[in-house]
């Protein structure tokens, strides 16, 4: 008996387009997203009564600011996520398109554009090995990425001469995060919302975003319907290795500099803003809108335990606790949808 493919309509289906179980899944989907946005809210009144300070606009300006990076990387890693997947490379990947960046720029003083290209085309490339690895070589995510987490790490150090690249002498290159398009509002910032505009567009409405959630949902039974996995799961690591690149660019241009030890616990922050957005980490599900708030609420966080002056030993801690707590929700919810 030949399966049913993906893209065909099931009896199931309903008059407004979803299955009773897509329907369920999206219900489930819009209560995680209100859940996140009030526990946005919460933490931005609890933060703005402890400290007068927190709810100023060049605060939230640099709050914003800091989502930028988590933000951009933590779009990538939704695509990931949703297929069951996992990207450990993403934090340390960001340095190694950010130094490649820096010797396009600085050191071969390519033109600016052609030398930003090329940073984002390291994030891509490093996402296609990724894909290839897990994909056709049938490596578990986990180990896939970890290998090029600590290739990228490695190749960080050893391009960059473990010394900062400074981008002063490269015109314009410090106003791709730090300019002022919109008056008040920092480049980056519009970046990441345009990111995400694209973002929603791909999981929504491409072919892309159709597979990624059926590899997720049952990569199996999307093989069998004729669709190529192993080639739209390469598609998928290498767009999400594309936001990397862009990521690498944006934290560069915001430092003005290639930091090539930076980066590591990245990757922990983004895939800890997915998860808390409502992304399973068993696949199959995942908004673009609950990653963007799960970015701010990390970033709020952080920001209000600083701006509290809670020592850095102790930010790490709460951290982490909110880590743990959005898997074990992750866990509940699935629990209870097999149930």
């Known amino acids: ?7 065909e309509k099931s009896p199931l289906r309903k008059p407004d387009g979803r299955t009773a179980g897509s329907t369920r899944s999206f219900l489930r989907a819009k209560l995680q997203q209100s859940l996140a946005f009030a526990t946005l809210v919460v933490l ?3 933060f703005s009564l402890a400290n007068d300070a927190f709810f100023t606009w060049s605060n939230i300006s640099g709050i914003l600011l800091s989502t930028a990076v988590i933000g951009i990387l933590a779009l990538g890693t939704t695509f990931v996520i949703i297929t069951g997947g996992i990207d450990l490379s993403i934090g ?20 600016l554009v052609v030398g930003v290209l090329g940073g984002i085309a390291t994030g891509a490339l490093m996402g296609f090995i990724n894909g290839f690895n897990i994909a056709v070589l049938r490596l578990p995510p986990f180990i896939a990425t970890l290998a090029m987490m600590l290739i990228a790490q490695g190749l960080a150090l050893v391009i960059s001469g473990v010394r900062p690249i400074y981008f002063s002498s490269v ?5 791709i ?5 919109i008056p008040g509002l920092p480049n980056a910032v519009l970046i990441l919302f345009l990111l995400a505009a694209v973002a929603y567009l791909v999981l929504s409405k491409t072919i892309l975003g159709r597979y990624t959630f059926a590899i997720g949902s049952n990569e199996e039974a999307t093989r069998l319907s004729g669709v190529d996995t192993r080639k739209w799961k390469i598609m998928i690591y290498t767009v999400a290795g594309l936001f990397t690149g862009i990521a690498g660019v944006v934290i560069a241009s915001r430092l003005n500099s290639a930091q090539p030890q930076l980066g590591a616990g990245y990757e922990l922050q983004a895939i800890a803003a997915v998860i808390i957005g409502g992304t399973s980490l068993l696949g199959g599900r995942g908004s673009i809108m609950g990653t963007l708030i799960g970015a701010l609420i990390m970033s709020v966080l952080i920001n209000g335990l600083r701006i509290m002056s809670i020592q850095t030993e102790w930010q790490n801690v709460v951290v982490g606790a909110v880590i743990l707590v959005a898997v074990f929700t992750d866990a509940l919810r699935q629990r209870r949808a097999g149930s």
């Open 44 to 46: 931005l009144a609890f």
């Open 171 to 175: 015109q314009g290159f410090r106003d």
């Open 92 to 111: 340390t990947g960001m340095t190694l398109a950010s130094v490649m960046t820096g010797i396009f720029l600085v050191n071969m003083q390519l033109p």
């Open 1 to 7: 008996m030949n399966a049913t493919p993906v893209t």
């Open 177 to 181: 995060a730090l300019g002022t398009f």
